[in-house]
């Protein structure tokens, strides 16, 4: 019995290699590619809203950016759901255009569909834009003898008045030594419901000086210009 046994499972194993064998190596290889092909999107992670609307380019890769493969994702809000979409058919390329209105927070591009020229499905990556409001941030500057007095002022985008206004915001002031590249903190500050902060110290070399804005749940950071004193 033990010898009929072992005779049967050999022949089962003969015939599913012969099967295998007999397969065209094209057809294996197209088959191993279809279960591992993937379909991925590229879209920024930092989207700035300072402006009443702005395009950003969004970008598809792989299998389905050839031929006539087509793909979608969708962009969502965890607590507003769908934003909008992704879509891609006979190119790589698509536009997001972002108005001034639209959620802010991180958002989610979530995988719809996604197929090869021969209609083969394809797997997909998800990725995040983060939408936030933009900032801006000045500094103004002045020397007496060896006290130097820096002022930063932080101001930020209205969605209602397509403009910046001065707001109250945490930040700090930095400086450099002349000739380097590493900005290094000098002092934190917030600024008052101006939009305005000062400080004064004494140091007699000249230095770089910028005023930086932190980013918060709403808007992005952003840095001055330098000033020189």
């Known amino acids: 019995m033990r010898k009929k046994t072992t005779a049967a ?10 099967a295998v064998t007999a397969t065209p190596a094209s057809a294996r290889t197209t088959a191993a590619t279809a279960a591992t092909a993937t379909c991925n ?34 962009l969502i809000h965890p607590s507003q759901g769908d934003q909008g979409s992704a879509y891609f058919s006979g190119s790589n390329q ?4 972002v108005y001034d209105f639209h959620t802010i927070g991180i958002h989610t591009w979530r ?14 990556n998800t990725l995040q834009s ?6 801006a941030a000045w500094i103004t500057s002045k020397r007496t003898k ?3 007095t820096l002022t930063g002022t932080s101001l930020l985008y209205s969605t209602g008045s397509d403009s910046y206004f001065k707001r109250s915001a945490k930040g700090a002031f930095q400086f450099k030594e002349r000739g380097t590249t590493t900005w290094k903190g000098l002092k934190a500050v917030t600024t008052n419901s101006a939009g ?7 140091y007699s070399k000249t230095r770089d000086y910028r005023f930086v804005l932190y980013t918060t749940p709403v808007s992005w950071d952003q840095a001055s210009a330098t000033t020189t004193r």
């Open 130 to 135: 983060d939408i936030r409001l933009a900032t």
């Open 41 to 74: 999107l590229t879209a920024p992670y930092r989207v700035v809203i300072g402006q009443p609307y702005k395009e950003f380019k969004l970008y598809a890769s792989g299998v389905c950016s050839l031929g006539e493969a087509f793909s979608s994702w969708n």
């Open 94 to 97: 698509d536009i997001w255009g």
């Open 111 to 124: 995988p719809s569909i996604a197929y090869d020229s021969g209609t083969t499905q394809l797997s997909q």
């Open 146 to 148: 060896d006290v130097v």
């Open 9 to 18: 499972v050999t022949a089962a194993l003969m015939i599913a290699a012969a």
């Open 196 to 202: 305005v902060a000062t400080m004064a110290y004494r």
